[in-house]
């Protein structure tokens, strides 16, 4: 039932009890008066008038609803903002069906997105697999190690791929499972920085690390160790022979900032919103064969967001990228 018709039952209902009520009045004023009826209708009048103004404004009032109601029977078929002007209160609610409407627009192209970034990135490798296993059964090749090797790194990367995704769905919905620990920072940098300076050493680049922080942080040490060598990885890896990464930690208010600098050859300015989703790769500096599969950084930013921390990003063309990790030293309550 509609709200206009609920408001003309109401208003036919209290009109009839007013006239009841007159009717009655009347009778019993004539019972002790002998047949004085003007007070009757006089309540009368002004009930009726009063019901009547009541019944006035509600439907002034129910008006912006019915075309927001008639709205919503549109936007099924014709797609466009939601708009309504008469209340503050219904101007509010449209604006949040408005944002409610494009985050869900927004999720649908990211489902769609993903859809097609993970069929892209399955096409390779299994058009690889199925070469070379024609390849087998036709004869044309022999079943040896040799050639079964780059199967088994196509299936690894296949395996690598589908856990990248699982991890990161589990924390974009915040259902990420975190192991936390207090875990000694400056512990867990030196073991990081010592694993990879073997890889800075070959490519000639200098790997410095500056700062200190004593505190221990309440964290998941799989996950931000995961974080870290990504960071530092990726930097050493873009950065040309005999560049310099260098690692900044300090605290400040309540937090721990990790700083990852190098002076390669940045990332243009038209490429840095994207740079934290899946399967995005800047051209010319990330590639499969030199880089991973675009995950890497998405992932990072997630387990960062986990944390109660954040991942963010400043770079200059030609002047090298700044990564800079925060998180918090302490639990969040």
């Known amino acids: 039932m509609t709200l206009r018709k609920r408001l003309m039952r109401a208003y036919g209902a209290l009109f009839t009890a007013g006239v009841l009520a007159a009717v009655w009045l009347g009778y019993a004023a004539g019972e002790r008066t002998g047949g004085g009826q003007d007070l009757p209708v006089v309540l009368l009048v002004l009930w009726m008038l ?27 078929e014709i797609r466009g903002p939601w708009q309504v002007q008469g209340l503050a209160e219904l101007e509010l609610l449209t604006g949040k069906l408005n944002h409610m409407e494009l985050e869900l627009s927004r999720g649908s192209h990211s489902r769609d997105q993903l859809v097609a970034d993970v069929a892209h990135e399955l096409r390779t490798p299994l058009a690889i697999l199925r070469g070379q296993l024609e390849s087998m059964l036709e004869g044309r090749a022999e079943l040896v190690p040799e050639q079964l090797l780059p199967m088994l790194d196509e299936t690894t990367r296949l395996t690598r791929l589908v856990q990248d ?83 900044q930690v300090r605290r400040g208010q309540g937090k721990l900032h990790v700083a990852v600098r190098d002076n390669g050859p940045g990332i243009p300015p038209e490429n840095l919103p994207y740079l934290f989703e899946r399967f995005y790769r800047v051209e010319g500096s990330r590639s499969r064969q030199s880089g991973g599969m675009g995950l890497g950084l998405a992932i990072a930013k997630e387990f960062a967001v986990a944390h109660g921390g954040s991942l963010g990003v400043q770079s200059e063309p030609g002047e090298g990228t700044t990564f800079t990790l925060t998180l918090p030293l302490f639990p969040t309550s």
């Open 165 to 247: 995704l699982q991890q990161l769905s589990l924390a974009k919905a915040g259902a990420l499972p975190l192991l936390r620990t207090w875990v000694p920072f400056a512990e867990l940098l030196q073991e990081i920085t010592g694993v990879l300076e073997l890889e800075a050493e070959l490519k000639g680049t200098e790997l410095l690390v500056s700062g200190y922080v004593e505190e221990e942080v309440y964290c998941d040490r799989v996950r931000i160790k995961q974080v870290l060598i990504n960071l530092i990885g990726n930097a050493i890896r873009y950065t040309p022979d005999g560049g310099r990464v260098e690692v």
């Open 50 to 76: 009063g019901i009547s103004l009541v019944y006035l404004v509600a439907l002034w009032i129910s008006r912006p609803l019915e075309a927001l109601a008639e709205q919503a029977e549109k936007q099924r």
